[in-house]
């Protein structure tokens, strides 16, 4: 498996942007994890923590398909109302659609196992992981929501099945978060709950961010599941 951090490249089929660090440990083929930025920023932005990352994983940095400003992309529009968010729900669609396809893609392209993908991001790129990781349980083994929360707008998307509670979610917000409110994260952990999907939850007191509580626990629940999966230390 090929592909540096410090190098872009090109999906062909879901035309996403994204960088890709390869397992430093390992054999065979490699469990996965795609990270995803929030709106208005980059995936150069992970690079540090992919960096940090479990080393059996092969690391994938997606690039938001949206272009607001140089090297700003997003996920889709929002809006900020006082009556919350507003999304342009087409476009968050779209995305969801290419990261389907993209996830495909990995597994045809790189020596990547498809049954060991998970999927997490920030904020936008949180909210979009829950839309793929819920609408397509089979796609991929877990997902991360860091300071997100679930569409609406998907959930009628969602089919209760078995699948669901197989895939593993991970949560994490802030208290003091001015963007997203905390009641995000309830209502995402009530809908999880809800849909029997094993979840972890935290909460800190932080605002609308990644600070290194929230890093240090992802890690370890992602260590986790790369130990129950059965990927073995090198």
Known sequence: MSGILNTTMVEPVSGLTYRMQAPRSGRGKAPCLILLHGVGANEVGFIELAQQMDPRLAVVLARGPLEFGPMQFGWFQVSFTPTGPAINADQAEQ????????????????DIDPDRIWLAGFSQGGIISASVGLTAPHKVAGFGILSGRILPEVLPS????PELGKVRAFVSHGVQDQKLGIHFAY?????LNGLGVPLEYHEYEAGHGLNTAMVVDFQRWLEGQLDQSGVKHS
Request: aromatic share 8%; proline share 0%.
């Open 95 to 110: 995305a969801r659609n290419k990261l389907l396809a993209f996830i495909d893609q990995l597994a045809h392209t790189y």
């Open 158 to 161: 969602v089919q209760l099945r």
């Open 187 to 191: 209502h995402a952990k009530e809908v």
